[in-house]
Structures are given as C-alpha cells and as structure tokens.
C-alpha cells in the first residue's frame, strides 16, 4: 500500500483495550476510562479478520498495545492467531512491563516477537508519581522475565517529562550498558489530558542527545535514531515528534480498541472498521490509507484527535 505522498504502508497498530491496570499521568485519568461494554470493543475474532485483512494488503508487521494488552481476556489467542496468518509476521507489543512477569514466557509461546515496555524512571517514587500505582520492581521483574524467556533486543520507551524525570535520563540510558536492549526517549506529545500543561513539561530530545555527542550514531530504527554510546552493548535511541518531525517516513496506520482505523496517531479522522469483512473491509482499510495526512502539527503543540494515548495505543 503506497499513500498518496508515496510513503510504503506496512506496519499496522492494534489497541486490543483502553483499560488499563496503571492511571499514567499523561495518559489516563485518575478515575480510569469511562466503561465501554466489552460489546463496544473489538473482538479477538474482529482484531484477527483486520489483521488478516491488512496482512493481504501488505502489511508485514503488527504492534498490539492498548490500554495495557495483558489485561485484555484473549490476548494470548489473538497473537497466535495473528502468527498464524503468517510466521513472516513481525509481531510486537507495547506494555507497561507490570504483568511481564508471568507473561513473558506464555508471549513467546504465542509467537509474539519483540517487546516494547514502557518504563520513565528507575527511582521507585518517581515511577509511582508517574503512573499513580505501579511498583517500579514488577517492571524491572519483567524486564528480567522477558530476558530468561529469550527475548532480543527489547525497547524501552521512556517519555520525557520536564521537571519530573529529566534527571533520570543518564540511569536510564545505562539500563543499555550491558544488556541488549534499546533504551528510547520519545517526547510527551499533548494529548488532550496533558493539553493544559505547562510548556515547560515537554521537553525536547535535544536534552538526551546532550549525553551522546561522542556515541556514535547507527541511523535509524522505524521513527527512531539510534546511537550506541562508546562500551555499550545495547543503544540509546531518541523520537522527537514534536521537534523534529518524522511523518515523511510513517508507515503506520492504526485501529483503536473500538474498531476506528486512524490514518494517523494525531489527525481527527476515523474510519469505523465494526461489522465490515471481505471486500467492504478491504476497501475502508485502503480508504484510511488514502487519507493519511502529510504531516501532523504537533511542533504547534497542537493534536486533532481528541482522544487520549490509552484509547489509541501510542
Ligand atoms: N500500556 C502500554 C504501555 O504503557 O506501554 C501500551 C499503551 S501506551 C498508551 C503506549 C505508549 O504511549 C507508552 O509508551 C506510553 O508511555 C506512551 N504515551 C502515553 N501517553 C503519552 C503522551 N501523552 N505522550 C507521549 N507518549 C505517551
Ligand atoms: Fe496504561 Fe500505558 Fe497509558 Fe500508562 S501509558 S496509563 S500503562 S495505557
């Protein structure tokens, strides 16, 4: 699938939830998500056709995120499923690591490939202000957890937020000292619960590139550029959607947990996805890929969604 700016669409996103077992000051509301029936949200048997149906179209990689995707009834399933389509199948998932524990080795089981786990801090008292009720050791657990079960070069995405964890920048990156991981720096983007922060809580990745002027910069990964500081056996990567945009090189499209296809992460267009299959679905999927912006407007701090990061996935 070629959009109209000529950018090669091969990667889709799946909320497969919005609820989630952690409230994220810049993603969720301390009250939680209004409850949507389950019948509002995607079944395992909806998220497999789409899947099948974009993999048919070319998509050759597939990110399940919520919300917290280990909280979803079924998630085990619908990876095996997904894997099923195709073993070629790049198949990822995003999570905050918490459940990671007595996940990691059922994940590999079910043919998920590569882990992105979200985590901003090592300082136990930071992690708990950010996320309103996480326990920075579960995570480190799974991080542990996802190695034992033979996990390779697992991300961690840290987002940097001015004036609560911009000093934990230096231990974050040495989380990559050793081990292979890559640790990325992605700059908070305002979605509509962080709207009225002050501008000095979005802090540029300017301030992590600071500490890499001698790494040596390997190119890029997705969105991301990577750098692998001198000894390191992991890399440190930055995403910088508001300073230094990459849309010219997006090839995502994304569905949220109640079945909107999103052309991209901060435009206000949706195209419902619920009750199509076969040509019907095929057809909304290439609609969706013909509407993709050129670019999003975020370096104005402005989104045009007015959904929150938990209902799209990130
Ligand atoms: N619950 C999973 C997790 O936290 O990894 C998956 C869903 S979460 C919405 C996906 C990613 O979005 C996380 O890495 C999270 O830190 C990021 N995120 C949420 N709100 C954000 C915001 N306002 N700006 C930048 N990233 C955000
Ligand atoms: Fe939950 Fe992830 Fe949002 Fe945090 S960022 S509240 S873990 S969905």
């Known amino acids: 699938m070629i959009d109209r700016y000529g950018r090669k669409i091969e990667y889709l996103r799946m909320s497969v939830t919005d609820r989630c077992n952690l409230r994220c000051i810049y993603c969720m509301k301390e009250g939680g998500v209004c409850k949507r029936c389950h019948s509002d949200i995607l079944s395992i048997e909806e998220l497999t056709d789409i899947a099948r149906a974009a993999y048919a179209l070319g998509v050759r990689k597939i990110r399940l995120t919520g919300g917290e995707p280990l909280v979803r009834k079924g998630i085990l399933t619908l990876c095996k499923n997904i894997k099923a389509i195709d073993p070629m199948i790049e198949l990822g998932m995003t999570t905050n690591g918490s459940l990671l524990k007595e996940y990691a080795g059922k994940l590999k089981e079910s043919g998920v490939d590569r882990l992105n786990i979200s985590l901003d801090t090592l300082n136990a008292e930071t992690y708990h202000t950010i996320t309103r ?182």
């Open 133 to 314: 009720r996480g326990n920075l050791s579960d995570v480190l657990d799974g991080v542990k957890a996802v190695q034992n079960a033979g996990f390779v070069r697992t991300k961690i995405n840290t987002v940097l937020i001015g004036g609560v964890n911009e000093n934990d920048i230096l231990d974050m990156m040495r989380l990559a000292e050793n081990d292979d991981l890559q640790v990325r720096f992605i700059e908070l983007m305002p979605m509509d619960i962080v709207r009225g922060w002050d501008k000095s809580r979005f802090i540029s990745v300017d301030v992590v590139e600071q500490h890499l002027h001698s790494a040596e910069l390997i190119g890029y990964d997705g969105v991301a550029r990577i750098y692998r500081p001198t000894g390191y056996k992991g890399t440190v990567g930055v995403i910088s959607p508001l300073s230094r945009s990459f849309c010219d090189r997006c090839n995502k499209i994304r569905v949220t947990a109640d079945g909107k296809l999103k052309p991209c992460l901060h435009s206000g267009e949706e195209i419902d996805l619920r009750g199509l299959s076969g040509e019907a679905l095929t057809a909304a999927i290439l609609q969706g890929v013909d509407s993709k912006p050129k670019c999003h407007r975020l370096g104005e701090y402005h989104t045009d969604t007015a959904r929150n990061m938990n209902e799209i996935g990130g």
